[in-house]
T-cell receptor, first 114, second 114 residues
Framework: GNSVTQMEGPVTLSEEAFLTINCTYTATGYPSLFWYVQYPGEGLQLLLKATKADDKGSNKGFEATYRKETTSFHLEKGSVQVSDSAVYFCALGGMDTGRRALTFGSGTRLQVQP | DTGVSQDPRHKITKRGQNVTFRCDPI?????LYWYRQTLGQGPEFLTYFQNEAQLEKSRLLSDRFSAERPKGSFSTLEIQRTEQGDSAMYLC????????????FGQGTRLTVV
């Protein structure tokens, strides 16, 4: 079946530090990959996505590259801000996986200190 | 369009009572999903509609749960004879067939069963 594994949190960083949140997946077929972010008190928001191998998704300074050979989609940002404090979810989906709904990881909480 | 709307935002109910939640998707989206999220976990898929047809149900959706989307627009999720284990955040998402699997989420309904 489909599954997503994320590094456990919380991840605590100082402002302007480099961020990596690891995500690996197991899937049937060729999934699309997503990062969603959940800010305190808000709903899930799509941060970025990649739909095929070697694609790089990017948004708001965050990047992730779809690596089929390592079945990974790690999230990176060169310089985090306090406003990036949130919970980040890696997810996979797409008809090639045999279902339309998304499969999520358990989430990684990021805390950025001034 | 203000995005996906869910009502109520919070619900506290006594064990054994029935509850119903409503979701209004983005108006042009024909796909609608329900997920459940417990503390410290990622969203778990419950059920999926395309227009008014319920096309997929998770094994998580016990016979106490029922979902409808009668006119292919808003949807309701009813839980009968609630149990403490039903306490969770219930998330609704919608997507367009044109956008493939990218889903937009509501802010959720937090259910507490006491």
């Amino acid at each position: 079946g489909n599954s997503v594994t994320q590094m456990e949190g919380p991840v605590t960083l100082s402002e302007e530090a480099f961020l990596t949140i690891n995500c690996t997946y197991t899937a049937t077929g060729y999934p699309s990959l997503f990062w969603y972010v959940q800010y305190p008190g808000e709903g899930l928001q799509l941060l970025l996505k990649a739909t095929k191998a070697d694609d790089k998704g990017s948004n708001k300074g965050f990047e992730a590259t779809y690596r089929k050979e390592t079945t990974s989609f790690h999230l990176e940002k060169g310089s985090v801000q306090v406003s990036d404090s949130a919970v980040y979810f890696c997810a996979l989906g797409g008809m090639d996986t045999g279902r339309r709904a998304l499969t999520f990881g358990s989430g990684t909480r990021l805390q950025v200190q001034p | 369009d203000t995005g996906v709307s869910q009502d109520p935002r919070h619900k506290i109910t006594k064990r054994g009572q029935n509850v119903t939640f409503r979701c209004d998707p983005i108006s042009e989206h024909n796909r609608l999903y329900w997920y459940r999220q417990t503390l410290g976990q990622g969203p778990e898929f419950l059920t999926y509609f395309q227009n008014e047809a319920q096309l997929e149900k998770s094994r998580l959706l016990s016979d106490r749960f029922s979902a409808e989307r009668p006119k292919g627009s808003f949807s309701t999720l009813e839980i009968q004879r609630t149990e403490q284990g039903d306490s969770a955040m219930y998330l609704c998402a919608s997507s367009s067939h044109i956008m493939n699997t990218e889903a937009f989420f509501g802010q959720g309904t937090r259910l507490t069963v006491v």
